[in-house]
């Protein structure tokens, strides 16, 4: 498997947000990760990339655990904006090929000019929502086993959505999986092989996407709607 999580448990002070979570992700898959606000999705991934501590249990990825192996095959966009705005387009590329053996300049010089975005220009003369897309081309770019998205189309408009679906769907490195962490799960489900539902830090459904739509005659959404109702 490609990423296993075994008895996974994390706390913020008294707070339990991961509860025993146990999951295995094959290779070769677009996996949807979708839940609620607050329901422990952006926790479980900053796990995955080493960004916080596990109070229990393990995590492998590609059979190494969280450390600096993992990280060289793992590829993040996460939520919030975190390059430097006052670069250049061109600066940020060149640091990441200085800083990533797998990444691809001539991709993401490609990639950004499917999305029409200059080169040249600082981050900070771009909306919110062409910053997303610069991310994600970088993210894209390089040549990883496991991309993790969370929230990746969360500040684009609705027009922008299906080619930026597209950007995802083309690019990601052939045989790799995409963990997908979104609310927006009409407007992606039409890609996903996979859907695991998670709330209140408990993985509530893992399966696959047809069979679910086939089992219950409904899509991702209806069913997530009804799961998740208030």
Same mark, same amino acid.
């Given at each position: 498997?490609?990423?296993?999580?075994?008895?996974?448990?994390? %706390? +913020?002070? %008294?707070? $339990?947000?991961?509860?025993?979570?146990?999951?295995?992700?094959? /290779?070769?898959?677009?996996?949807?990760?979708?839940?609620?606000?607050?329901?422990?999705?952006?926790?479980?991934?900053?796990?995955?990339?080493?960004?916080?501590?596990?109070?229990?249990?393990?995590?492998?990825?590609?059979?190494?655990?969280?450390?600096?192996?993992? %990280?060289?095959?793992?590829?993040?966009?996460?939520?919030?904006? @975190?390059?430097?705005?006052?670069? /250049?387009?061109?600066?940020?590329?060149?640091?990441?090929?200085?800083? @990533?053996?797998?990444?691809?300049?001539?991709?993401? +010089?490609?990639?950004?000019?499917?999305?029409?975005? #200059?080169?040249?220009?600082?981050?900070?003369?771009?909306?919110?929502?062409?910053?997303?897309?610069?991310?994600? *081309?970088?993210?894209?770019?390089?040549?990883? #086993?496991?991309?993790?998205?969370? $929230?990746?189309?969360?500040?684009?408009?609705? *027009?922008?959505?299906? @080619?930026?679906?597209?950007?995802?769907?083309?690019?990601?490195? $052939?045989? *790799?999986?995409?963990?997908?962490?979104?609310?927006?799960?009409?407007?992606?489900?039409?890609?996903?092989?996979?859907?695991?539902?998670?709330?209140?830090?408990?993985?509530?459904? +893992?399966?696959? *996407?047809?069979?679910?739509? #086939?089992?219950?005659?409904?899509?991702?959404?209806?069913?997530?709607?009804?799961?998740? #109702?208030?």
């Amino acid at each position: 498997m490609l990423l296993e999580i075994k008895n996974v448990c994390k %706390k +913020y002070g %008294k707070k $339990e947000i991961l509860k025993d979570i146990n999951l295995s992700l094959p /290779s070769g898959k677009i996996i949807g990760l979708l839940g609620k606000n607050g329901s422990g999705k952006t926790t479980l991934i900053k796990l995955i990339n080493g960004l916080l501590s596990l109070d229990k249990g393990e995590i492998l990825i590609d059979g190494n655990k969280v450390g600096v192996e993992s %990280k060289k095959i793992i590829s993040y966009l996460p939520e919030r904006n @975190y390059l430097n705005v006052h670069k /250049s387009v061109k600066d940020i590329i060149d640091y990441f090929g200085d800083f @990533y053996e797998n990444f691809d300049k001539d991709k993401a +010089y490609k990639l950004l000019d499917n999305l029409d975005i #200059k080169v040249g220009d600082k981050l900070s003369t771009m909306s919110k929502g062409m910053r997303e897309k610069v991310e994600l *081309a970088l993210v894209m770019s390089r040549k990883a #086993k496991l991309y993790i998205l969370d $929230e990746p189309m969360g500040g684009v408009d609705p *027009a922008t959505r299906d @080619y930026i679906l597209d950007t995802i769907l083309n690019n990601f490195n $052939e045989g *790799a999986s995409i963990l997908m962490s979104t609310h927006m799960i009409s407007d992606i489900e039409r890609v996903l092989d996979e859907v695991i539902f998670i709330n209140d830090g408990k993985i509530t459904r +893992y399966d696959e *996407a047809d069979k679910l739509r #086939k089992n219950s005659g409904k899509s991702i959404d209806e069913i997530f709607r009804e799961d998740f #109702k208030c």
